[in-house]
């Protein structure tokens, strides 16, 4: 019998909970009303609930409730207090969007704000509705939300195989999972199709064509089980955190580690949610690992979109995102899986088998002990196909003239030489055009030589024909050995650059350590932090430090733009401890990307970085490297104690 120690939680359980419910605490509580489909009444509950609250003498106002012209609905509203919305003007389009300074500024005990996938008009403060209900939380406000269980971006492929209709507006499930209470709003899809049909829930025009696109009776069922599953997850979740908070005994996973493989595949998507659904039904921590090689180099700009809406998908969803450089992804990911504990890997299924391994075959191979998922991605519409990217015709002028060279050479000293070493001279200018101009002007190389060595040197003279046999295969080991060289050399160059990049990185971030951990004041932070950020990455920096409830730029580069509203970014990043700026979903239009400066437990200043390309600077390779120049940063004002 396993004994009862066992089951207990571990120590760090325990702490992590009680630092949850410390920022609990200061958190406002969110609620959200939850539906399988539209017209199920979420927003007619929460407005009920709503005015229940309201005879009970509690403050609440209205940010945002979308009607859809229901007058039972609308019937609701009458009697609350509505903070006025904003209207922009978008493509002469008005867009009336919740004011999300005046809800702050009224700082209501409760808000309602309706429909919590939307996407906000553009050059608001936030990319996404959640992102402002989230906001009002981190102030203290308790939020009533609605959501139906298309939004969620784990279900989002599911839900597309089942309806045929991809929905572009999605929260990310870790927002939905930090719900205080999920109060499901259920009707038959019987009672839908009936108030469909009334008009109740839209136009009878519109109504016809949801029925015939969405609201088919097999869609509105799979729908409805998902929201009962999701709602009963939800239980089970808050009952195991009550469980180990009460040092109840049970089935503690904390051991379990789910590694997630990444590649540059249109696919990536599909199997970061099929990775984060495992995660959370096995309670789970999980890590996404992307390992660039030196065929990274060579992907086109359609790949690296796919890559970068993975990895980026992946950290909204809770993910530890790694990223490390190699040339062989099977070891570094059984390296990566050793290295924390990884119990189970999911990668995606091989599309293809041929005569060699696969990477999933070769991960198994290399992790006996770890359980191995394969997930087919399904497609939905026709892939493009890489295009082909043309080299330099310059290489290939060089790799003739090079060779031409060559043979000029040899065919001066064929009666010293001899045809063997003959061979090996028009080796040489295939090996060093592999070293300094690449693969294709290499077998270019190769095979020009082989006509022209075969043209001069070998009976009948001045003349292609072949009239040894041998010869031919002679010929074919000669291109064969060109080809390999030219691959060996092409995976030096990069690894090389690798080596040199990564090493240049690792020298500047022990520098900038040890450098912060000797200096005396804060002056001389500021200075080393701008100073080996800069020799990383070309760019303009400024520091921010907390100055009475605002913050106020401490030291900058000459050319960082400092203006009222670069200060506002970096002021609510310092309220929110959150990222913010441009390659964000909060405030994208701004000049700069803002970075809390976090020690483990407090939030210290704000670090803004301006980009002459943002685009290609703020990789999640790079992002990584600035989160750590950031947080070396942190440590070194929490040490000398400036607050």
Not at 573 to 578: A, C, T
Request: charged residues 25%; hydrophobic residues 45%.
């Amino acid at each position: 019998m396993m004994n009862s120690d066992d089951k207990r939680p571990e120590p760090e359980s325990l702490l992590e909970i009680a630092q949850q419910e410390e920022t609990a605490k200061k958190r406002g509580k969110l609620t959200i009303y939850f539906g399988a489909a539209p017209g199920v009444g979420k927003t007619y509950s929460m407005l009920s609930d709503a005015r229940m609250r309201k005879n009970e003498g509690i403050d609440i106002v209205v940010g945002y409730v979308e009607t859809h012209g229901r007058a039972e609905t609308e019937t609701l509203v009458e009697g609350l207090e509505i903070i006025p919305l904003i209207v922009t003007d978008y493509k002469s389009v008005k867009l009336s969007e919740m004011d999300l300074e005046s809800v702050l500024k009224r700082r209501p005990r409760i808000v309602l704000v309706d429909e919590l996938a939307h996407t906000n008009a553009p050059n608001s403060r936030h990319a996404k509705r959640y992102q402002d209900v989230e906001e009002i939380l981190n102030t203290g406000i308790d939020v009533y939300s609605t959501l139906n269980v298309q939004h969620l971006e784990s279900l989002n492929d599911t839900i597309f195989r089942i309806t045929g209709i991809r929905v572009s507006e999605t929260i990310p499930d870790t927002f939905f999972q930090l719900a205080d209470e999920i109060k499901l709003v259920d009707l038959t899809f019987e009672e839908l199709l009936k108030r469909l049909k009334e008009g109740k829930v839209y136009a009878k025009d519109m109504a016809e064509n949801a029925v015939r696109r969405f609201f088919k009776p097999g869609n509105l069922l799979a729908l409805r089980e998902m929201s009962l599953r999701l709602v009963a997850g939800s239980v089970d979740d808050k009952m195991l955190q009550y469980m180990r908070v009460h040092a109840i005994a049970g089935p503690w996973s904390v051991t379990e580690r789910i590694l997630l493989g990444i590649l540059a595949s249109p696919y990536a998507e599909q199997l970061v949610r099929s990775a984060f659904r495992i995660a959370s039904e096995l309670n789970i921590e999980w890590i996404a690992i992307y390992v660039e090689t030196a065929k990274h180099a060579q992907l086109s700009d359609k790949e690296l979109e796919w890559l970068k809406n993975a990895m980026d998908l992946a950290e909204k969803l809770g993910a530890s995102v790694v990223w490390v450089k190699g040339d062989d992804i099977a070891e570094e990911i059984a390296r990566c899986a050793q290295s924390h504990n990884v119990t189970k890997i999911v990668m995606g299924k091989p599309r293809h088998f041929g005569l060699f391994p696969s990477l999933a075959r070769q991960i198994m191979v290399r992790t006996q002990d770890i359980d191995v998922f394969l997930f087919a991605g399904k497609s939905e519409k026709h892939i493009p196909r890489k295009k082909i990217e043309l080299v330099s015709p310059l290489n290939y002028v060089i790799s003739a003239a090079a060779v031409i060279l060559g043979s000029l050479f040899g065919f001066l000293l064929r009666d010293i030489l001899g045809q063997i070493n003959l061979l090996f001279l028009m080796l040489l200018p295939v090996v060093l055009i592999a070293i300094f101009l690449g693969r294709g002007a290499s077998i270019f190389a190769a095979v020009l030589s082989v006509l022209i060595f075969d043209f001069l040197f070998i009976p009948p003279y001045f003349s292609f024909a072949v009239s040894d046999l041998r010869y031919f295969l002679s010929y074919l080991l000669f291109i064969a050995f060109a080809f390999v060289i030219s691959n060996l050399a092409s995976n030096l160059q990069y690894k090389v650059q690798q080596l040199q990049q990564s090493e240049s990185r690792n020298t500047t971030l022990y520098e900038l350590s040890r450098d912060l951990v000797t200096s005396q004041n804060m002056d001389q932070v500021f200075h080393m932090m701008i100073h080996h950020t800069r020799q990383i990455f070309p760019c303009e920096m400024a520091i921010f430090l907390p100055d009475n409830g605002q913050v106020s730029v401490r030291a900058s580069t000459d050319g960082f733009q400092i203006n009222p509203k670069e200060l506002g970014i970096a002021t609510w990043v310092w309220h929110n401890g959150e990222p913010a700026g441009i390659g964000t979903d909060t405030l994208p239009e701004a000049w700069a990307y803002y970075l809390p400066m976090k020690t483990t437990d407090t939030l210290k200043g704000v670090v803004g970085f301006h980009f002459d390309n943002p685009g290609q600077s703020l990789t999640p390779e790079n992002k990584i490297v600035i989160d750590t120049i950031a947080r070396l940063g942190a440590l070194a004002i929490e040490r000398i104690g400036w607050i």
